[in-house]
């Protein structure tokens, strides 16, 4: 026999308005603009964390996040939230977490994920094996039979996440609901050299606080990830949505017994009328100039660009960035040059620096420039002074979005 837990909140912890709680995994680095961008899509109860957001939402705006947000990795809704000082603990509270009669049954496929530690719960595989061994002898004991587990398409990722709470350990089991991370948006079938993360290149542009109405360069383009997340931004493209004659995204949410389609549609339909063909405040969009010395990857771009629905508005160019030409009314540069770690040579890579801030200095007078710098002695090499930098991560790298004013 269990024994109810104290504490253990009703599935999905939902208030009688029908709100719930829920946690948005984000890059380090972004999670002050990552809550600014849920508060305004409708999230409430935003709390920034470490690599995280934590909020409430009802389910048509955990709808509008999965479709519209640009930053999150993915969106954890909360199930349920209990003390657990033993393996013991997390047994019982899972298989009381939620209806599972509603929510697991046994063809439904499940993956489960676990961070954090308790007591006794040191190693977050063993608390996963844990999680997955009190929902299968559920479902044993209710049905005779049991889910498969499904690490590459489950219907269902649960994560488990151990933790101080207020009153002592405790677990939260969630649903991801996605199923996949956000960032992977579907334009980038091609990739360049260390691209960068499509959800980290729209939180670096958030910071620039480029609107379209001035022109926007990066004269090492790469893949285009920056430029093509700037444009996605300003023209009303949302993540969620699929770019010009790709199938529609499929949500993990949408398989939930909870899903509400006419709920989903009307989101959807909302999200579809952001798109617009000029910049927020109706102007015609300014110029978006990329250019990139390897042919190649330049290509990527446009095909990239094309993916997303935006290829219309991007100018990239072949060329080496030591005769970038920019556009002629000043503006803002962004770039995330090589900076050794994966690709490049140490001293051509601080020659290129060099001409890069000679370039600049020369060509980009009244320019704003936001540098993306994995090693410091290379930016060093530009012989100009950053007035903000900002700490950020890429993949797993430790970089600083560094904020330059070129006189
Ligand atoms: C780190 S990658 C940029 C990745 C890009 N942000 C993306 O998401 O795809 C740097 C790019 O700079 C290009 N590059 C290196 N030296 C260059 C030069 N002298 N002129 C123009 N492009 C250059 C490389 O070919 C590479 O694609």
Redesign the pocket.
């Known amino acids: 026999m269990t024994e109810p837990i104290q504490g253990t909140t009703a599935p999905g912890g939902t208030q009688p308005g029908g709100s719930f709680a829920a946690t948005a995994v984000v890059p380090p680095g972004l999670e002050q603009p990552a809550a600014a961008e849920l508060s305004a899509l409708g999230a409430t109860d935003v709390q920034p964390l470490q690599r995280a957001v934590a909020l409430r939402c009802d389910l048509a705006t955990l709808y509008r996040l999965h479709l519209q947000a640009r930053l999150p990795f993915r969106i954890l809704r909360e199930l349920a939230r209990f003390p657990c000082r033993s393996r013991e603990d997390l047994y019982r509270g899972v298989q009381q977490a939620a209806d599972w009669a509603l929510w697991l049954p046994p063809d439904c496929r499940f993956r489960v994920d676990a961070s954090g530690r308790a007591p006794g719960l040191s190693h977050s595989h063993y608390s996963a094996l844990e999680v997955k061994n009190a929902l299968v002898d559920w479902q044993r004991q209710h049905w005779g039979e049991r889910s498969t587990v499904d690490l590459e398409t489950p219907d269902l990722s649960f994560h488990l996440h151990l933790a101080r709470g207020r009153g002592g350990p405790e677990a939260v089991l969630s649903l991801e609901g996605s199923g996949g991370s956000l960032h992977r948006r579907g334009y980038r079938a091609a990739m360049?050299?260390?691209?960068?993360k499509e959800n980290l290149?729209a939180g670096l542009i958030s910071f620039t606080g480029w609107d379209g109405r001035v022109p926007l360069a990066d004269p090492?383009?790469?893949?285009?990830?920056?430029l093509i997340e700037a444009a996605c931004l300003a023209l009303g493209r949302a993540p969620g949505l699929s770019g010009p004659g790709r199938p529609p995204r499929r949500f993990a949410l949408q398989g939930w017994p909870d899903f509400q389609p006419d709920l989903w549609e009307t989101e959807l339909d909302q999200a579809r009328a952001l798109q617009r063909d000029h910049g927020p405040q109706g102007d015609p969009l300014a110029p978006i100039v990329g250019?990139?010395?390897?042919p190649s990857?330049l290509e990527q771009a446009r095909t990239n660009a094309a993916a997303a629905g935006v290829g219309g508005w991007l100018d990239l160019q072949a060329g080496?960035?030591?005769d970038f030409e920019p556009p002629e009314a000043a503006g803002v540069l962004v770039c995330?040059?090589?900076y050794g770690e994966r690709i490049g040579e140490r001293d051509d890579l601080e020659q290129?620096y060099a001409d890069l801030g000679t370039m600049l200095k020369q060509r980009c007078g009244g320019w704003t420039l936001w540098l993306l710098s994995g090693n410091p002695e290379l930016t060093g090499a530009l012989r100009m002074k950053a007035s903000r930098r900002i700490p950020v991560s890429n993949g797993g790298i430790d970089c600083r979005w560094l904020n330059y004013d070129i006189r």
């Open positions: 360049g050299l260390a691209p960068l290149a090492l383009c790469g893949s285009g990830t920056l250019r990139e010395q390897d990857v080496d960035v030591r995330n040059p090589p290129l």
